[in-house]
């Protein structure tokens, strides 16, 4: 079970491998930056409407390339901290 943090003096540290175990079972989301754990709050239908017209944008400007596109639940570790987050919306080529 993940420590979630939700209130200002929750600050207790959680390893990077403890997160991604935790992650393996949650019932929701969480995002991780440098030993913090962070709830992912619901999107509403326009904030799901808006990011998939992002996606299909994009899609259309790579297609031919070897990038992809990809579009929620897709978790991704930040290269430069230890930092894993979950974007509406992702390039990767």
């Given amino acids: ?8 003096e929750n600050t207790a540290y959680i390893a990077e491998q403890d997160y991604l175990e935790g992650e393996k079972t949650a019932e929701f989301r969480h995002e991780y930056v440098d030993g913090q754990v962070y709830a992912m709050a619901g999107t509403s239908i326009r904030h799901n409407d808006i990011a998939l017209n992002i996606a299909f944008a994009l899609r259309a400007a790579t297609r031919g390339t070897p990038c992809k596109v990809n579009a929620s639940d897709v978790k991704v570790r930040a290269q430069r901290s230890k930092a894993y987050y979950y974007p509406d919306v992702i390039v990767g080529c």
């Fill in 1 to 8: 079970m993940l420590a979630i943090k939700n209130t200002a």
